[in-house]
């Protein structure tokens, strides 16, 4: 797969760099993450998050890995001292012998539940030297860092129009707009493998923590024009300003691919779409294809691009 840059600008500045870590080391110092005894209990911060991931459903192994983006070696060692303290168990999965699955005891529930009330005690704490006002503005400036966290992790790549994960993206995509637009959607007018991949064009997706949550296409019309499609994110995405991301990423293929004017299509109902690239710099043009759901025509003249 063939990464595509996350901002084309330079590198941040120093000081972004600076007050970032300023903050982390602030914010670990404070909560306790850095004593072994998170919040009084006997055991250190990763200890205690595992416990919590775990929850009262379970997980898998792979799963904890995955959500918490840890060396298996590593995970498997904190989960055997979970063991030895009677917290968690380990069972093979009942549909899956190839997945181990940890599940708390009833200590480690009881333990969870102290631990619950502990870190609720730690932020009540923590907001009662606040305002009202403070706290609402606390608040939005929490909310607007884990947004723009998240929207930093997520890789944007280049994958092949057949793969799996670009059929899966266009099914999920097809599903949300068959049920948005009032006369449905028929998967039959999504774009064909070839028209994406090699010089014919491009798709991208979007990955956190391994699973997709957005795509794109883009394909050529004619030499010099090449034309956007299926623009899709997963709700469990949306609001992140990841649709522009993606946009961004298929406009700097478009450039690399020799295309000076890139155009997309787009279905009246959609009207954050049409939002969307209005504020990203395409203009309404007349209709120039004959796509049944389209109802507004958008053009937009790329500058030169290098290769992304």
Not at 216 to 232: M, T
Not at 272 to 279: G, H, K, L, S, V
Request: charged share 25%; glycine share 10%.
């Amino acid at each position: 797969m063939e990464p595509v840059s996350a901002n084309p600008s330079a590198p941040p500045p120093a000081h972004h760099v600076h007050a970032l870590r300023r903050f982390n080391r602030y914010f670990t110092r404070r909560i306790g993450a850095l004593d072994d005894h998170y919040l009084g209990q006997d055991r250190p911060l990763g200890e205690a998050r595992l416990l919590f991931e775990i929850g009262g459903e379970g997980a898998s192994l792979r799963e904890l890995r995955s959500r918490l983006g840890l060396d298996a070696g590593y995970l498997s060692r904190m989960v055997r001292a979970l063991e030895t303290q009677g917290l968690v168990r380990v069972t093979v999965h009942p549909h899956d012998n190839r997945l181990r699955v940890a599940e708390l005891t009833a200590a480690g529930r009881t333990e969870v539940t102290e631990q619950n009330r502990l870190a609720d005690e730690l932020a009540e704490g923590l907001l009662a030297g606040l305002g009202g006002r403070q706290r609402d503005e606390l608040t939005a400036a929490l909310g607007a860092a884990q947004r723009l966290l998240r929207l930093a992790a997520i890789t944007v790549v280049r994958v092949d129009g057949a793969s799996r994960d670009a059929r899966d993206c266009l099914a999920a995509y097809a599903a949300d707009i068959d049920a948005r637009f009032p006369e449905g959607f028929d998967p039959a007018a999504l774009v064909r493998p070839h028209e994406v991949s090699g010089d014919a064009g491009a798709f991208l997706v979007a990955y956190e923590e391994g699973r997709p949550v957005a795509c794109g296409a883009l394909r050529r019309l004619e030499p010099g024009v090449g034309e956007i499609r299926h623009v899709w994110v997963h709700p469990d995405a949306r609001r992140l300003g990841l649709a522009r991301r993606v946009l961004r990423g298929l406009e700097e293929h478009a450039g690399a691919l020799g295309c000076t004017v890139v155009r997309l299509d787009t279905h009246a109902v959609l009207t954050e779409a049409q939002a969307m690239y209005r504020a990203c710099g395409y203009t309404e043009i007349p209709r120039y294809d004959d796509n049944v759901y389209a109802a507004h025509w958008f053009e937009k003249r790329l500058p030169s691009a290098a290769k992304p």
